[in-house]
């Protein structure tokens, strides 16, 4: 990017506590302005139940409604007056100058979670995607929760096997967002076992940081390029750039990653982490 | 110990192939003498029903013969006419001179999986361990599944949570046979997500190696203390050696352990590994 980022990210590893002390959320809420927050839900990633053969199931899901007025209750009840669910469906509805604009007028946007590739697929090369970029450049605050986390990196994760030993061949990324260069993000990841693809994706370029975010927790990136740790589990970060040996390149079908010399760290809440320098900042 | 060890280990992940290939097994048949192998499998790891209130089940279980009968089954199909499954279900049993004997004509002793409390509770201090310990010193192979892997070294895990963030409150560590010095084992490392549970163990001592062994995958510890990889998944390795922060000691219950700076390998069948310099040889 050319411009000086003026934004921050909030990246959620999912199921952030909703009913408690909603660390994360009421975090988010301070971010956003408290009271002069205007807060953008964006359900793009969650979507109507799918197509079974020729038809469509007859009884329709108000899933992304149903997840909008979730959040924005709990915003609400945080203190923030101003929030609008915005329901995209289609490339369409990313074009639609009314979502635009209230997209424009926000100093919050918020990701939840559902499937990244929808978010990607709908909201790439759209009015809605470009306007959200030149928000964050300009000082806007973008969070995203489980897929909404995913999206955030350059290339993102869609697939790949949980509680697996790492193989190439299970593990699928694509294009995302590209909001937070040279870093790679899981979610949901000690939760559901997710080190062997986050491995898998460092190994296929060690230039990327792995980031793996467990569920209620997550990182606050400043423009400064480190981050902030909150929330009741653990960020683990596994960096590549001393990695001696890989036979990722040379893998088949099915064959087991092999990798040597990966740094790992485990971070849980309070602690910092540069992105730039590859180091834990650990006197807080 | 004082005397150079001239037997091997065969530490197995759990759920090893018994009926395709049967890679590991038919190793473990050719480490053991083939034809001549003489191998006694301990089923001591399984158990009974266990009392419930004040009564037992009234339904005996023969859950440690239905494995001792298993594997013996395997060991003749692969070619092994001499096998010997004992059952030991108290110490008493442990002292059996009958029991003793057998072990002390193994050429190969194979603990099954179950409990690795009951096989140290049940073994430790008796002629059985004392004899299994000089048999090993001596040159016979010794080899474990799942629980009978982790009891393989000085100190071992013996309960943690599964797919979670690394937490000390529910690590619990027991002293193990002692077989492998300087190493921590765990097993069904990737299926079940215990990546964080054997960080802990290593942040509690970095002197220590952290070796998590996925399903159907083992690892073969010659007497120089380099050991290769068998079997369809990964072995993973945890070094904390060069560890430069942990919040272990001043942990509070539930709190979430913060480390920084493990180094990490994952390595498949065919990959080799020392010990002592903490090095992958990757030259095969």
Do not use: W
Request: proline share 2%; charged share 25%; aromatic share 6%.
């Amino acid at each position: 990017m050319k411009e000086k980022v003026k934004g921050k990210l909030m990246i959620i590893g999912g199921a952030e506590d909703k009913e408690g002390d909603c660390t994360i959320l009421k975090k988010l809420v301070d971010l956003a302005g408290r009271r002069d927050a205007n807060i953008v839900i964006m359900t793009v990633a969650s979507e109507y139940p799918e197509r079974i053969g020729n038809e469509y199931m007859t009884v329709a899901s108000e899933y992304p409604e149903r997840i909008g007025n979730e959040y924005t209750h709990i915003f609400k009840r945080l203190g923030v007056e101003n929030i609008n669910a915005i329901h995209i469906h289609s490339r369409q509805d990313a074009n639609y100058d009314e979502f635009v604009g209230r997209i424009e007028k926000a100093s919050c946007i918020f990701f939840t979670g559902g499937d990244q590739l929808r978010i990607t697929s709908l909201l790439g090369g759209t009015k809605a995607e470009e306007i959200l970029k030149k928000a964050y450049y300009r000082g806007v605050v973008i969070a995203g929760t489980s897929a909404g986390a995913s999206v955030m990196s350059e290339t993102m994760i869609t697939s790949g096997n949980d509680d697996d030993a790492p193989k190439k061949c299970t593990l699928k990324m694509a294009p995302g967002l590209g909001l937070l260069k040279d870093v790679v993000v899981d979610q949901h990841f000690a939760q559901r076992g997710r080190i062997g693809r986050l491995l898998t994706a460092i190994a296929q370029n060690p230039h990327m940081l792995g980031l793996g975010l467990d569920e209620d927790t997550a990182v606050i990136i400043n423009n400064d390029a480190v981050f902030e740790i909150i929330g009741s589990h653990a960020v683990t970060i596994l960096d590549g750039k001393n990695l001696d040996f890989t036979n990722v390149s040379e893998l088949k079908p099915n064959e087991i990653l092999s990798i040597t010399n990966v740094t790992m760290h485990v971070l849980s809440s309070g602690f910092k982490y540069d992105i730039k320098s590859r180091r834990p900042v650990i006197g807080r």
